[in-house]
């Protein structure tokens, strides 16, 4: 019962919590600001802005207000960095003290100091890292936070190195993809090319064949090996565009070969034409009205 009543004694001391931020400026500086000469046990010493959690307030709501209140300089709140405990006995606090630390990210850097400080500046990180005093308790804390806070945003800028690396593997396996498919494109097109002047032959063999004889073996034959050469151009994307005499000369899938353009229809089909997917590669020839 006695370790019991000991231990609530305990929990009931006073505790408070105290929140700084590391502030970074774009240039990835640290901000240290100076204690009021009339503080009377820390006079002088660099700090990191922060204060006491208030009533109502979450700590995020708290690093901000107190940067803001501190140095007129708006933050994000970003990490956290640690928690601190103080020791039972430490000769700064009356009371036990815990703190939270967190990097924060300026909105703006220009400096608005309060009256709890008569000193602010930017600083390399290794520079604030130097200028902290490792043998003043203080300080050395300060100094311990900006260490910590230094590793992660490494860790951090090597994070976001590695997404940009992997973003550009995915552009360039985009990129390439893209380009191999081109590629392909071409080699399919500059092959049909070379085919449909085969083609126009077949149409212009059974465009001859007397009437009596288009029912023959031959005929049969021929037209087979024709829808063969047709079925394969369009398993490869080539296909025939659908013209009809009648239909309006429009200039994109039509070639004029004889009559005028001009508000034109079509008369007659002189030449088929063909598209690759949604690009003609080769336009209808037409004879217009």
């Known amino acids: ?28 500086e640290v901000l ?10 820390n006079s002088g010493k660099y700090d990191l802005p922060g204060g006491t959690i208030e009533k109502d307030e979450t700590v995020k ?10 140095t007129g300089i708006d933050v994000e709140v970003g990490e956290l960095i640690d928690v601190v405990e103080f020791p039972k006995d430490s000769k700064l606090f009356k009371e036990e003290k815990r703190g939270l630390r967190y990097i924060c990210y300026a909105e703006n850097e220009e400096i608005q100091l309060s009256d709890e400080h008569y000193g602010a500046d930017w600083f390399p990180i290794d520079v604030a890292i ?8 203080f300080e050395n804390e300060k100094r ?49 090319m070379d085919i ?12 001859h064949v007397p009437e009596k004889e288009k029912d023959g073996g031959w005929v049969t034959g021929i037209l087979y090996i024709k829808k063969q050469l047709s079925d394969v151009l369009e398993s490869r994307g080539i296909v025939e565009i659908d013209c009809k005499p009648g239909d309006k000369i429009d200039e ?11 508000k034109g229809k079509v008369k007659k089909i002189i030449k088929k034409g063909y598209k690759l997917k949604e690009k003609v590669i ?4 037409v004879e217009s009205e």
């Open 1 to 28: 019962m006695k370790k019991q009543k000991k231990v609530m004694g305990s929990l009931a001391r006073p505790m408070a919590i105290t929140v700084k931020g590391v502030v970074f400026n774009s240039k990835n």
């Open 32 to 41: 240290l600001i100076r204690r009021s000469k009339d503080d009377p046990t």
């Open 61 to 70: 709501e708290t690093v901000s207000r107190e940067v803001k209140e501190e």
């Open 130 to 137: 130097e200028t902290l005093n490792e043998k003043d308790g």
């Open 144 to 192: 311990q936070t900006i260490l910590k806070a230094k590793k992660i945003m490494e860790l951090k800028g090597s994070l976001d190195g590695w997404k940009r690396a992997l973003a550009d593997l995915e552009n360039f396996k985009k990129r390439t993809k893209e380009s191999n498919e081109e590629f392909r494109q071409y080699c399919i097109e500059d092959f049909v």
């Open 196 to 207: 449909l002047p085969v083609i126009d032959n077949f149409d212009l063999s059974l465009a």
């Open 252 to 262: 994109r899938i039509h070639d004029v070969m004889a009559g005028t353009a001009e």
């Open 282 to 285: 080769r336009p209808v020839g």
